[in-house]
């Protein structure tokens, strides 16, 4: 049974910070890419982060030098540090392999007061 187990979120500030934690399990971890994915209301879904197996990191222009991604195989587990917080950075977050499989979990929401 795959699991996507999204937590960390919640209501911070502008200029806060956040960690996320994605635990996985059901299906394989160590070989794949993972990346944190985000969906604000009336958006579709978007890629913010993405980590190699080799722990190679990319991130959208819009979070980078402000999120950064982390992956412990030893864990199944996928984290994303997220500093100098801004409103538009609201929405749900998720995890998933990169390019994701079809199920995801419930992600965790984000909301930023400006």
């Known amino acids: 049974q795959v699991q996507l187990v999204e937590s960390g979120g919640g209501l911070v500030q502008a200029g806060g910070s956040l960690r996320l934690s994605c635990a996985v399990s059901?299906?394989?971890?160590?070989?794949?890419?993972m990346g944190w994915y985000r969906q604000a209301p009336g958006k579709q879904r978007e890629l913010v982060a993405g980590?190699?197996?080799?722990?190679?990191?990319t991130y959208a222009d819009s979070v980078k030098g402000r999120f950064t991604i982390s992956r412990d195989n030893a864990k199944n587990t996928v984290y994303l540090e997220m500093n100098s917080l801004k409103s538009e950075d609201t929405a749900v977050y998720f995890c998933?392999?990169?390019?994701?499989?079809?199920?995801w979990g419930q992600g965790t929401q984000v909301t930023v007061s400006s």
């Open positions: 998933n392999r990169n390019p994701p499989i079809s199920f």
């Open positions: 059901g299906i394989i971890f160590r070989p794949y890419a």
């Open positions: 980590v190699t197996s080799s722990s190679l990191t």
